[in-house]
């Protein structure tokens, strides 16, 4: 079955960049995602990849895909206080309504 | 904007007791799902429907059961409530995206506790 990983937690000062990593085992999977939890709200997806691409730059915001390690990344550059929340990697396989979640990564930034 | 309605943020119910977590989405969207979250688990998937009275069984659903009466409306079921159900519960539906991708709307979640 499916399964996506993620480190729990992640701390960096403002202005740094953040690296959020994840992996997942589905080599079906043809969507990846990026969503972000604030607290006390629901998710919402910041930023998603097609599986045949390597790379998307959106703002602040690169995402990394390494299809054949099966390695998804999210950058945030000039990390700022209000990007403190939870982030979570998601994957779909093509064909299918059901978007598998990771663990999610708590994102602390530091004044 | 999409809108995921959940009917009640916080909810304290009894072992045993029947629990209806509802949900309602305004955007006429074919796929809606249950996930509970629970602290290093991530998100899980209950169930899904795509269709009006159509369901699908996901990664945890036992102990669950979904109903799907109307299009806008995904209701989650615990039939008999027990304490290892207490949890976070995400409603959600969804559209596509490039293609054969779905982007998922969120409502802000029930927070059940079973005592």
């Known amino acids: 079955g499916e399964d996506v990983e993620q480190s729990l937690f992640l701390s960096v000062r403002e202005g740094d960049s953040s690296v959020i990593n994840c992996t997942y085992t589905?080599?079906?999977?043809?969507?990846l995602y990026w969503y972000k939890q604030e607290p006390g709200a629901g998710l919402q997806l910041l930023t998603y990849?097609?599986?045949?691409?390597d790379m998307k730059q959106d703002q602040r915001l690169t995402v990394l895909l390494n299809k054949k390690d099966k390695h998804l990344s999210l950058r945030i550059a000039d990390t700022q206080t209000g990007d403190s929340a939870i982030y979570f990697c998601?994957?779909?396989?093509?064909?299918?309504?059901?978007?598998?979640f990771g663990t999610g990564t708590k994102l602390q930034v530091i004044p | 904007d999409v809108k995921v309605t959940q009917s009640s943020r916080y909810l304290v119910k009894r072992t045993g007791e029947k629990v209806f977590l509802e949900c309602v989405q305004d955007?006429?969207?074919?796929?809606m799902f249950w996930y509970r979250q629970d602290p290093g688990l991530g998100l899980r998937l209950i169930y899904f429907?795509?269709?009006?009275?159509?369901?699908e069984k996901g990664d945890i659903p036992e102990g669950y059961s979904v109903s799907r009466e109307k299009k806008e409306r995904f209701s989650l079921i615990l039939e008999s409530a027990s304490t290892n159900q207490t949890s976070m519960y995400l409603c959600?539906?969804?559209?596509?995206?490039?293609?054969?991708?779905?982007?998922?709307?969120f409502g802000s979640g029930t927070q059940l506790s079973v005592l």
């Open positions: 959600a539906s969804s559209s596509p995206i490039g293609g054969s991708g779905e982007k998922l709307f």
């Open positions: 589905d080599s079906s999977s043809t969507y």
């Open positions: 990849i097609f599986s045949n691409m």
């Open positions: 998601a994957e779909k396989a093509g064909g299918y309504q059901k978007v598998t």
């Open positions: 955007m006429d969207h074919e796929n």
């Open positions: 429907s795509y269709d009006v009275k159509m369901k």
